[in-house]
Structure formats: structure tokens, C-alpha cells
């Protein structure tokens, strides 16, 4: 998500996947076409294939177009979430003064074979409630492996005047080797 606008009273943060969107449609429309020439050419799979590329190209297309603005509103008191998807529009608000900071959710990615250096997608959210009943809720669309989060989390922070949570922090696997090390169960040089 990005940052439109940044006001000492106000903050906008937008996203959506049209670059996306477009360019599966673009896809989309590229086998109908071959394919509705097939089928007109007298080839039969022609016809399965135009009616599988549009079933299954239009699902894709339902499930990931998005667009998200999320606005913090000093003077409302109010934090917006705005949705909208090809199958509907839905819009959470919750009060500023409940937001206690920004952060991201971080997902391993599984598929990583790299165990020194793994990586990780991002999701940005924010912290609401007190100390026992904390909840995050969840503002980007889903999970990404831009780093762009983790920015747009620190900004929010700094626009909210609270400290920055410790998105990450934890040791490497690196630290870990060394505490292994100096430990003694290391391998011998």
C-alpha cells in the first residue's frame, strides 16, 4: 500500500491490484480470441477452451481485483477501512483513539531453501485495544514479498506519535551460530 497523502491531520493509504487485473485480462482476452478463432475454423476444442479460459480467467479475476483505501482521520477520530472487490464493497471503522501502532504480520515463505536467509511476505496491519484484549486487523489485501510495509508501518507509527513495534527482531540464524559457538558446541576449527 502506498502513502497519498500525509497530513499533520490526516492520512491516506492506497492499494489495488489494476496493474494486475489488467494484465490477466489482457491474457484472458489473448486465448479467447485464438480460441474463438479455432472454434470458427471449425476445431471443436476451440470451443472447450474459450469456455474453460473464460470460466477460469473470470474467477482469477473475481478473487484478486481489489482495491483498498484506508484513511486516518485526526479530527473524526476515526480509522477507515474502505474495500471494494468485483463481488462487493465493505467498509470497517474504528475509533483512532483505539489504535495503538502499525505493524506487519510476517508468513515464512515455505518454499525457501535457503534455512540461513529465509524469506518472508508482509502484510501491514494495526494493533487495536488495550494490553489483554489486543487484535490486529489486517489492512493491506493480503500477503506480498514488498518490503513496502514495512515503511508504510513506520510512517503510520511516526503520523500516530507512538513508538514502533519490533517488526522482526528476533536473532538470525547467523547469532545463532555464534551463540553456538562461544558455547562450545560448535564444530572445531
Known amino acids: 500500500m502506498k502513502i497519498s497523502v500525509y497530513q499533520p491531520d490526516l492520512l491516506i493509504l492506497q492499494g489495488t491490484t489494476r496493474v494486475i487485473a489488467v ?3 489482457v491474457v484472458l482476452m489473448g486465448v479467447l480470441g485464438i480460441s474463438l478463432f479455432a472454434a470458427m475454423s471449425g476445431y471443436l476444442a476451440g470451443w472447450g477452451i474459450s469456455v474453460g479460459a473464460l470460466f477460469v480467467g473470470g474467477g482469477i479475476l473475481w478473487l484478486i481485483y481489489h482495491k483498498t483505501e484506508v484513511v486516518f482521520d485526526r479530527p473524526g477520530n476515526l480509522l477507515t477501512v474502505h474495500k471494494t472487490m468485483l463481488h462487493g464493497t465493505r467498509e470497517d471503522t474504528i475509533a483512532l483513539e483505539d489504535v495503538a501502532q502499525a505493524d506487519v504480520d510476517l508468513k515464512r515463505n515455505e518454499r525457501s531453501n535457503n534455512r540461513l536467509h529465509a524469506s518472508y511476505t508482509y502484510r501491514l496491519c494495526v494493533v487495536t485495544g488495550a494490553a489483554p484484549n489486543r487484535h490486529r ?15 508504510s508501518a513506520r510512517k503510520i507509527n511516526d503520523w500516530l506519535g507512538v513508538a514502533d ?12 551460530a555464534e551463540v553456538i559457538g562461544a558455547l562450545g558446541f560448535g564444530k572445531d576449527k
Open 23 to 25: 494484465v490477466l485480462c
Open 137 to 151: 486487523v489486517a489492512l493491506s489485501h493480503g500477503y506480498t514479498t514488498s518490503k513496502r510495509h514495512l515503511v
Open 165 to 176: 513495534a519490533p517488526i522482526a527482531v528476533g536473532p538470525s540464524m547467523a547469532d545463532i
